[in-house]
Nanobody, 120 residues
Framework: QVQLVESGGGLVQPGGSLRLSCVVS????????INWFRQAPGKEREGVSC????????DYSDSVKGRFTISRDNAKNTVYLQMNSLKPEDTAVYYC?????????????WGQGTQVTVSS
């Protein structure tokens, strides 16, 4: 069974940084993707970033490109989302997910989410 556990969220001031972690277990495929999503209250779920576990290729939404960096540590079964230059509009619950066909909103397995709040 596949499990994903996010951590690293918290309260930061605008311009600050956070690093989120997603620990993945139960995946037996060599080729799969990890996606980060976020959802703010009253808003649609938004794809943030994704990474290929096999070759490390990445993708980002326009809203975070240049500020966020996704990376992987395959030895630790962990994917990270380094978030810099945070803005209040980044406030949301952040989820990692996998089990889809690649980098898309259609995923089979989701973590519980971690809250990120950007406020002065």
């Amino acid at each position: 069974q596949v499990q994903l556990v996010e951590s690293g969220g918290g309260l930061v001031q605008p311009g600050g940084s956070l690093r989120l972690s997603c620990v993945v277990s139960g995946v037996t495929l060599d080729y799969y993707f990890i996606n980060w999503f976020r959802q703010a209250p009253g808003k649609e779920r938004e794809g943030v970033s994704c990474i290929s576990i096999s070759d490390g290729s990445t993708d980002y939404s326009d809203s975070v490109k240049g500020r966020f960096t996704i990376s992987r540590d395959n030895a630790k079964n962990t994917v990270y989302l380094q978030m810099n230059s945070l803005k209040p509009e980044d406030t949301a619950v952040y989820y990692c997910a996998t089990g889809g066909l690649g980098c898309s909103r259609y995923q089979d397995y989701w973590g519980q989410g971690t809250q990120v709040t950007v406020s002065s």
